[in-house]
């Protein structure tokens, strides 16, 4: 199998499918939906649109991999990702799925 030059590699990419479906095991009641684009992996959460029937997709998480290893990000007031407060890069996406699910700042959760 080859991987294209701006492509996560195939065993990064079933980390990113294990790590996700540590999420999505430990919070049942939600719906996501992973979107892997490049070196970043967009989580985002389907909920009820507040005005009228149908699903809309709010951004949850963006776990942006680069040389020195995985950084988290949350939407900004300003719709922009910001950084995870204190966040320092990893190797293991386990560490930023626990950031996520354990969330001190409630900064994933706000909406």
Same mark, same amino acid.
Request: glycine share 6%; charged share 25%; hydrophobic share 40%.
């Given at each position: 199998?080859?991987t =294209?030059?701006n492509?996560l590699? /195939?065993f990064?990419r079933? $980390?990113? =499918?294990m790590?996700t479906?540590?999420?999505?095991?430990a919070?049942? =009641?939600?719906?996501?939906? *992973?979107? *892997?684009?490049? /070196?970043? *992996?967009?989580?985002?959460?389907?909920?009820p +649109?507040?005005g009228?029937?149908?699903q !809309?997709? *709010?951004?949850?998480a %963006?776990?942006?991999? $680069?040389?020195?290893?995985? +950084? %988290?990000?949350?939407r900004? #007031?300003?719709?922009?990702w $910001?950084?995870?407060? =204190?966040d320092q #890069?990893?190797?293991? %996406?386990? #560490?930023?799925?626990? #950031? !996520?699910?354990?969330?001190? /700042?409630? %900064?994933?959760?706000?909406?």
């Open positions: 199998m080859t =294209e030059k492509q590699p /195939y990064v079933k $980390q990113v =499918e790590a479906n540590r999420l999505f095991d919070l049942p =009641e939600k719906s996501f939906q *992973v979107t *892997v684009s490049g /070196y970043r *992996v967009v989580l985002q959460l389907s909920q +649109h507040p009228k029937p149908g !809309i997709k *709010v951004p949850l %963006l776990l942006d991999f $680069q040389s020195d290893g995985w +950084h %988290l990000f949350f900004g #007031a300003n719709g922009g $910001q950084r995870l407060p =204190e #890069a990893s190797r293991s %996406l386990d #560490a930023k799925v626990d #950031a !996520i699910l354990t969330d001190p /700042y409630k %900064l994933f959760w706000r909406q």
